[in-house]
């Protein structure tokens, strides 16, 4: 998993865009991306 995969995640549930992400570390991505999956009804990878 890469820091794009995680934006792409992000982006697909929230729309946000790669500059809303570029600023966040590695555990702010992290950390949206669960709230991504859990929006999005994943189960978990």
Known sequence: ???DDLTAD???VFHWTPADTASMSLGDLLAW????LIRSG???E
């Open 1 to 3: 998993m890469t820091v």
């Open 42 to 44: 994943t189960v978990d």
């Open 10 to 12: 992000i982006a697909a």
């Open 33 to 36: 991306r669960h709230k991504a």
